[in-house]
Each structure stands twice: as C-alpha cells, then as structure tokens.
C-alpha cells in the first residue's frame, strides 16, 4: 500500500521565530521522509509583505483567519493547516518528528534571514526609510507615527534611486543654484488621497508645487518598467503635470487601483516594512486632500539592519 503523499506550502514573517519553526520542521521532514513530500514551497515575507498577505487571507478564507494572530501559516494540500505550533503537532502525528532545537537557535537563525535579505552585495536594491511624526498646529505638540522602509530598484532606475537616496541622507547638502537644503527631513506630506495615494517630498515651500532633485530643478523621465499595481508598493515620482519633469516629491500608492499612473509617473521603489504607519498614514485627518495636521518627516536616511 503507497504511504501518502503531501503539498506543504508556508507563508511567514522572515524575522520571525514561528516562521523559523515552521520552515525547519519543513526542512527535516523532506529530508527524513522525501517521498511523501510531493511538493513545498516556502514564502518568507516581510513585514509589510506579511500584513498585506494576511489581510487578503483574512478576506478570501473568512471563518477562522479573522482571528489569526500567528506569524506563519501553514497549508496542506491547499487547505489551511493553521500555524507553525498546530504545523509541528501534524509532523508529530504524522512522521513521529520532534524538533528540539532551542530558541535562542531560532533567534540567531531568524537574525540571520533577515540581514541576509538586506544585503547589498548583489548590487541590485538599496534600501531607505521615513520617520514620521505629526505636529498640533495650535498646540505645536509632536506625536510620532511610525516608520516606512522603502526597497529602491537601483537596476532598473538607478539615478532615479539615487535621487531619492540621496535626499534621504541629506549628503548633496545645499543646491548651489537656489538654496534648497536638499535633504526630505523636517518637510512634510501635503497631500492625501484615501485609497489613492499619499504625497510629499516638497523640500522648498511643502505646499506641493516645488521641490528640487539633486541633478538641478528637475531630471527627465528615466524608464516606466515597474507598474502602479499594488497598495504601498511602489514610490513613485512626481512631476509637474508633464514629462521630463521630476523633482523631489513622490507619490506612495494606497491601492492597487492606480495604473493610471503607468507611463506617467517614474515608479521605483516599494515600502517593505511600516504596514501600520501607512495605515495611520491614510486615515489622518484632511480638507480638500490636505493634512490638518502637520506630517513631517521626522528623519529619513539609508537602511542597514543592525549587526549587533
């Protein structure tokens, strides 16, 4: 008689020690019992990646995943198991498998994922982010939001990337032509449009009709490879209202109803991780699509996981 056969499929947080838990399980199982692992898949997710992952998940499969507070899950034969724990008590029932690796394992093979994901050696991406905080524009009280991290697609723009980065670091300093500090810290978003997108990056006035790039007032349009498809995936530039005119300020899309912008706008990033500050971000208070408080960006710069 043929021993059963499955299709393991996991979806988890990167960083996460369930996600660890999950996968390893995977790993021994196909190793010790190969021939009744059809097929597996692994799907480490960031953060941003996961929340929205879930968020669908919740949606299509109802029932039970409205509850789901794990940071794995975990599908048999193209039905939802559960997460990482209820993955190891099937591996038990079924295969006799026990893992008895210890979490502070977990933890250093979990730190180790994650700084593999960010590492630039490949020369492919950099990686950027925001720090936000909102100020009472009566009481001047300053409240922090969150942070966005950003993947940048230096292959397939590279100087629009290099734009972008470089106004995070503030390293071009002050433009020699007019004055502008080129640098997004202390500017605001000015502009948001709730399941559209959200906009800032006005480093001269923050009333959304200026701004400078690093390469003089404005630099032409690069390449429009990467579509508007996908909430909060793509940072996109934005111009003057016509071609070959990209400054400072960027677009962050809110949903994945924005093609229009294909072909319009230089799209060149993604934000990876800050699901929840994005939300704050959209559901911030506004009349005619302007914040009546005031979003600014905190600190900004290069992204680098901490080695220690």
């Not at 794990?70 to 048999?76: A, T």
């Not at 050696?121 to 939001?145: A, H, M, P, V, W």
């Not at 995936?233 to 809110?254: C, D, E």
Request: aromatic share 12%; charged share 25%; with cysteine.
């Amino acid at each position: 008689m043929a021993l059963p056969s499955f299709d393991i499929v996991i979806y988890g947080l990167l960083n996460s020690d369930e996600y660890q838990v999950a996968k390893h399980c995977l790993e021994d199982i196909t190793r010790t019992h190969a021939k009744q692992i059809a097929h597996s898949e692994l799907h480490p997710l960031l953060e941003y990646d996961w929340n929205s992952f879930i968020r669908k998940k919740r949606t299509e499969l109802r029932g039970e995943t409205w509850a789901f507070n794990n940071n794995c899950m975990v599908f048999i034969d193209k039905k939802l198991l559960g997460n990482a724990e209820q993955f190891l008590n099937w591996a038990k029932t079924t295969f006799d498998h026990t893992d008895f690796r210890a979490n502070d394992l977990l933890d250093v093979f979990s730190n180790e994922d994650y700084k593999r994901r960010y590492d630039r050696n490949d020369g492919k991406n950099s990686f950027c982010f925001l720090d936000f905080q909102i100020e009472d524009r009566e009481t001047s009280q300053k409240t922090e939001i969150g942070r966005l991290v950003f993947e940048l697609f230096d292959e397939q723009v590279p100087e629009t990337c290099a734009n972008f980065r470089a106004l995070c670091t503030g390293d071009k300093g002050q433009s020699e032509k007019t004055g502008t500090i080129l640098h997004y810290k202390h500017s605001i978003m000015h502009r948001i449009v709730p399941n559209g997108w959200i906009q800032g990056g006005d480093i001269r006035g923050g009333r959304g009709n200026g701004g400078e790039s690093i390469y003089g007032e404005t630099f032409p349009d690069e390449a429009f490879t990467i579509e508007h498809n996908q909430r909060g995936i793509l940072v996109s530039m934005a111009n003057k209202g016509y071609r070959h005119s990209n400054g400072s300020q960027f677009y962050i899309t809110l949903s994945d109803t924005c093609q229009w912008m294909n072909k319009r706008f230089v799209a060149f990033g993604r934000v990876i991780e800050g699901f929840d500050t994005l939300d704050k971000l959209e559901r911030m208070e506004t009349i005619n699509q302007r914040p009546i408080k005031v979003i600014q960006i905190a600190n900004c710069g290069t992204y680098q996981v901490d080695e220690d």
